[in-house]
Every structure is written in C-alpha cells, then in structure tokens.
C-alpha cells in the first residue's frame, strides 16, 4: 500500500468504453504547477478545480478520461483513507438535493413500498438516510472507512467496500443509485456490469454524473472546474448511453439536474475557482449571516440518467 503522504504510482489504461489504446491529449496535465501532493484530492469536498493529471480523448469513441492515473488498487486506497468532515457540515445542503433527487427516481420506479435499494458510494448515508425515511430498505456501500462509521453511528445499513466486492447476491435490489460516483471508480464498465448483477429483472439503475459535451463545459474550456485529480473518467450523454448498454441496461431518460448548495459552502467553491470573486462574496454572505442558506444551482453540466436492466 502506497502511504497516504507520498504519490502513489501511475499506469497507463485503455479506453473503459470500446478498449482501443489509440488516444490524443485533451488537456494536458496542471499537476506540477498546482503541487498537490497529497491524498486531500481525492475527498468529496476538496476544491482543487483545475488540478489533474493529463487527459485524453480516444479517438475511436470520443470517450475521456484522465491518463495515466493511479493504479486501480492505489485508488481503492486513496478512497479507504479518505476522511472529509466538510462534506458533514454541508449536510443540510445535500439533504435538500438528495430529497430533490428522489421524487423523480419515485415517479420512474415506483412506490417503495419497503423495497431494496443499494446507494454505491454512500459516503456518511445521506441518500439512504433520506430513501430509508421513505419507506425503502434502503442499503449503502462505501470504501472509506470513515464516512462508513459515520453512517452507521446513524443506525443506517452499510457495508465497507465497493460494489464489486460487498458480496451482495444477484437480483437483490430493486433500485441502484450512483450519486456523482461513475466519474471515480477505476473501472466503470465493471462497476455497471457489477450493478446488473445485483438488480432483478426489470431493475432500475440511476446515474448521476458531469457532461463534458454540456454548453458549460463548452464553454469554460480548460477552465471547467470539474476537471479535477480525482476525477479519473468524463462522460457525455453519449458514451455514457453507449456504456451503460455494453453493460445490459436500456436508458430510458436523461436529463440536466442541479443540486442545492449553502451559501457558505457555494462562495467557498467560487473563491477556490476565482479567488478574486469569491474572497468578497465570503465576506458578504458572511456579514448578512447567510452562509446557510440554501441556493437552487444547475448550469447544466450534471445529468442524471434513467436505465432499466435488459434481459429480463
């Protein structure tokens, strides 16, 4: 195990999507004048916009991804040492987007009716906290062991480890939820194969993750902030409907959606991105004691996606 103080090694992949090895540069890597130098990078939280390592775009599907990253075990690594007592004190915001997230995913799935869902990447359980209250027997895995004592200490059901190694058995869930998680694990081809395992027929399976093809993006360019160290692949409506179809599933919907943000939380990420807007803004929010409330974002680069499980 690489120790959490030092870089762990890179390697070089082949595309996740159609497996060529036949890429060119995207953007090319900001690691040496960023500096980072530790594991921080990969926390939900962390504010790092514009620190990675090269990406690049394969030229037989257009998919992107970063290149070379972190070996596949280093970055299970990096996320079971992971702790992030930030993303406690945004909980309220979250706790909004997640109620958000969950009338849509109702009207797609159905009542809960004490069915099983599985949220991958649960981090402290916000989402199942908020699905269990719901009326769903609602489940969590999680590789950081911090976030799960966090979550349990809770009385929520959690499991350490990732989706591909919890043990759950096949047909097992209704619903599986993926909250701003593709976009991390090293393999997601493999993690969306693990996900139409666990789900019986006619299973429901949500995705949320960035798009890179969205206006915004277009847009910022280099200077998009979801381009990040631990970001290690970026869909687009595209080779995401074409993965999540490698892996047996039939998209049914996708669409934009935003998230809700604490003022406080909201101007930290702005002052990170551009600290000369930000700094003032703090200072406002601050002096009018309104760090708290909570801001309705969506700029259109956050998309969720509905699938349903083929071959049932």
């Given at each position: 195990m690489t120790s959490p103080a030092s870089k762990p090694p890179l390697e070089h992949i082949r595309c996740n999507l159609c497996g060529a090895d036949d890429y060119e540069l995207h953007i090319p890597s900001t690691l040496e004048r960023h500096k980072q130098a530790d594991w921080n990078a990969y926390a939900c939280t962390n504010s790092g916009y514009g620190c990675h390592g090269p990406i690049v775009r394969c030229k037989r599907c257009g998919f992107v991804y970063?290149?070379?990253?972190?070996?596949?075990?280093?970055?299970?690594?990096?996320?079971?040492?992971?702790?992030?007592?930030?993303?406690?004190?945004?909980?309220?915001?979250?706790?909004?987007?997640?109620e958000h997230h969950l009338r849509p995913l109702e009207r797609f799935t159905g009542p809960a009716n004490g069915r099983r869902l599985l949220d991958?990447?649960?981090?402290?359980?916000?989402?199942?906290?908020?699905?269990?209250?719901?009326?769903?027997?609602?489940?969590?895995?999680?590789?950081?062991?911090?976030?799960?004592?966090?979550?349990?200490?809770?009385?929520l059901q959690m499991r350490l480890g990732t989706l591909e190694n919890a043990g759950f058995p096949d047909a097992y869930f209704s619903v599986v939820t993926m909250w701003d998680v593709i976009e991390h694990v090293p393999d997601p081809l493999s993690t969306l194969q693990a996900a139409w395992r666990i789900l019986e027929p006619g299973g429901a399976l949500i995705v949320h993750t960035m798009d890179i093809d969205s206006l915004f993006?277009?847009?910022?360019?280099?200077?998009?902030?979801?381009?990040?160290?631990?970001?290690l692949f970026y869909f687009s409506?595209?080779?995401?409907?074409?993965?999540?179809?490698?892996?047996?599933?039939?998209?049914?919907?996708?669409?934009?959606?935003?998230?809700?943000?604490q003022a406080g939380y909201l101007t930290s990420r702005v002052t990170a991105l551009l600290p000369s807007l930000g700094r003032p803004l703090e200072k406002l929010v601050t002096w009018l004691h309104l760090r708290r409330m909570a801001l309705r974002i969506n700029l259109g680069d956050l998309f969720t996606t509905y699938a349903r499980k083929n071959g049932s």
């Open positions: 970063a290149d070379p990253r972190p070996q596949s075990g280093d970055v299970l690594d990096i996320y079971e040492a992971v702790q992030d007592p930030l993303y406690v004190e945004e909980r309220d915001g979250r706790i909004l987007t997640f991958v990447g649960a981090h402290t359980g916000v989402f199942v906290d908020i699905a269990t209250r719901h009326g769903w027997d609602a489940w969590g895995v999680e590789p950081s062991t911090w976030a799960v004592e966090q979550a349990r200490a809770q009385g993006s277009r847009l910022m360019g280099q200077r998009w902030p979801w381009y990040m160290e631990m970001h409506r595209r080779t995401l409907t074409a993965m999540l179809e490698r892996a047996g599933f039939r998209v049914m919907w996708m669409g934009a959606q935003g998230r809700y943000l």
